[in-house]
Structure formats: C-alpha cells, structure tokens
C-alpha cells in the first residue's frame, strides 16, 4: 500500500516552453501532496504544499506564477513549470501524506521527474 | 529549519556497523528517515513519534531523544544494499518536511 506515482518520468523540453508534472497517490486518498526539488548531490527542499481544493502554499523564494500547483483530487496534484529555464533542470520528487486513521504522519513519495532544459 | 546531519559521509565494509545522527536546534516533535538511491526517489524507513521512542526495520533501527532534539540511525551488520544516502526529515506546520543535508553511506564487499 501507500503507493505515489508521478509521469513523466523524464522529461526534456527547450527553454520558454512549459513542463506538466502529475503525482498521483494510486491506492491512497491523500489531502495533503507535497512538491519538492533535488539539485545534483543536494537535500530535497520543499517548493510547495498542496492542500485538495485549496491554493497551495509556497516556500519563500519559490516564484508561485512559475511553478504552478493544481490540486483537483485526492489523488493528484500537478506541477506546471511555465516558461521553463535551463536552471530550472533539476529532479522534481512528489509526496503524499497517508494518514488513514488521522493519526500518522507518514510521507511516501513519488519516483521523481528528472526535467532537463535545453 | 533544517536539521543538521552527521557524519556527511561514512565508507562500510559489509557486516560492519554505522551510526547516523540528526540533530535540530528547535524542539522536535517527530523525526522521519529516509534512505534514497542515485537517481531515485527516497524510500520511508520509518518515523518516530515520541520522545524515546525506538524503533526497527530489519537490521536498521533508530532512537528519538526529544529532549536533546536529536535522533539516531543505527545500521548494524551491514549489508551492500545498505548503500545510499540517508536523510532525516523534520515536519513543519504544515505536515511537509525539511531534510538534513544526508548521509552518503557506502557499504563495500
């Protein structure tokens, strides 16, 4: 159980076009995803929060109309990087927070998109 | 704010032990570990709630001392699997974590 998918897996797109990434919890509701960046041989940072049917919550210093969360259901969120940079390649990794009895606090997360800009 | 790790790296032969240990400079209310592979995604080992709290997972096992607002990763007999880098997560507000900088661990032949 608590399974977090995410397509594309891998993903290779030019400079100014836009990039969708979709997380999906597949045997899980959850109501809370989490979008995080991972940078070559560097800890995963937080970009966002993202609460189902509600706007998401960005890191300070992560530009909001950039990276833009939509989180339809409770079982996906997307992120859409618009007018993608080449400093934006980076591994962009999903989570999900399971919590079926309301008491736990578990993260599980996604395979990871590897967005390369050219 | 991030907690902080240590050591930053540790090289293994296989069947040896290692500790991992994560500390905050804000009270701590639950530690997550994770282990994650090159060019993956981190894999949950597990989580601890309480303040000495202790836990296991096959021969992985780690301790929560709330007081001290530190954790500990214990990998004992070490297997080649092992390898990886091991990062704790420390929940904000909002349920999301913020991740130490890892520990790359190597378990050699």
């Known amino acids: 159980g608590a399974v977090v998918s995410q397509h594309p897996s891998w993903v290779i797109c030019k400079s100014g076009t836009s990039v969708k990434i979709e997380c999906r919890s597949l045997?899980?509701?959850?109501?809370?995803m989490f979008w995080y960046r991972q940078f070559p041989k560097q800890s995963l940072m937080l970009m966002a929060t993202?609460?189902?049917?509600?706007?998401?919550?960005?890191e300070q210093g992560v530009e909001k109309d950039k990276f833009l969360i939509n989180h339809a259901s409770l079982t996906l969120s997307t992120l859409t990087v618009t007018s993608a940079h080449p400093e934006d390649s980076s591994f962009y990794i999903c989570?999900?927070?399971?919590?079926?009895?309301?008491?736990?606090?578990?993260?599980?997360f996604g395979p990871g998109t590897r967005l390369t800009v050219t | 704010q991030q907690p902080v790790q240590s050591p930053q790296a540790v090289i293994l032969r296989e069947g040896e032990d290692a500790v991992i240990n994560c500390s905050s400079s804000?009270?701590?209310?639950?530690v997550h570990w994770y282990r994650q592979k090159h060019g993956e995604a981190p894999v949950f080992l597990m989580i601890?709630?309480?303040?000495?709290e202790q836990k296991g997972h096959e021969k992985i096992s780690a301790s929560f001392n709330e007081k001290k607002q530190q954790s500990s990763l214990y990998l004992t007999a070490s297997q080649l699997s092992y390898s990886g880098t091991y990062f704790c997560?420390?929940?904000?507000?909002?349920?999301?974590?913020?991740f130490g900088k890892g520990t790359s661990l190597l378990v050699t032949p």
């Open positions: 989570s999900a927070r399971y919590d079926p009895v309301g008491l736990s606090y578990e993260q599980y």
């Open positions: 045997d899980f509701q959850a109501t809370t």
């Open positions: 993202s609460n189902e049917g509600s706007k998401a919550t960005y």
């Open positions: 804000k009270a701590l209310y639950s």
């Open positions: 601890l709630l309480k303040g000495g």
């Open positions: 997560g420390t929940p904000n507000s909002g349920y999301a974590l913020n």
